[in-house]
């Protein structure tokens, strides 16, 4: 009997991500697949609408829109803060990540995406926000899954516990 995904499947699957014009991203080519548990936001939403119901051997190519991946740029989330913010870190470059405490104690983490004397821009947006995501989907495996994984709500390696 062919296993189709949906809720509760353990999905073994190579991917390959692109942007609009055409780059790679991120890949599992040349890799183990990556493994999900289906159904417990474990993906983006619009990725894994669109694996539901496909079955092993499966190859497919799709387009997920912002609002189905991670969002859009909200630019409410670009702050210009004071190097002060930085205690203890010497240099302070674009690219560079750092968890930073918001309201109410939430910890957040945010990019640095300007330099320009004591002025830092940070950058809380995940950083594929705002960014149309192409894949090429290939399914390896479909699996039910074990109830301790179901309780835990990912993927254990082989289905072992823990």
């Known amino acids: 009997m062919t296993l189709m995904i949906g809720k509760n499947s353990v999905v073994s699957m190579h991917y390959t991500l692109k942007n609009d014009d055409g780059e790679v991203m991120d890949t599992s080519e040349g890799k183990t697949p990556m493994v999900y548990l289906h ?3 474990n ?3 619009g990725l894994e609408n669109e694996l539901q ?3 092993a051997g499966t190859k497919f190519s799709t387009t997920i829109p912002p609002a189905e991946a991670y969002g859009e740029m909200k630019p409410e989330f670009v702050q210009v803060v004071n190097k002060s913010m930085f205690e203890g870190i010497e240099s302070i470059e674009p690219g560079m990540s750092f968890v930073a405490q918001g309201e109410g104690g939430m910890k957040q983490q945010v990019r640095v ?3 320009e004397n004591d002025d830092i821009t940070v ?6 926000a705002g960014l149309t995501l192409h894949f090429e989907i290939e399914v390896a495996d479909v699996r ?3 109830p301790q994984e179901l309780e835990h709500g990912h993927v ?4 072992a516990d823990h």
């Open 39 to 41: 159904g417990a936001n």
């Open 43 to 45: 993906l983006i939403p």
């Open 53 to 55: 119901g496909k079955v």
């Open 113 to 115: 995406t300007a330099v």
């Open 123 to 128: 950058d809380a947006n995940h950083p594929m």
């Open 144 to 146: 039910e899954a074990t």
């Open 156 to 159: 254990h390696a082989d289905g």
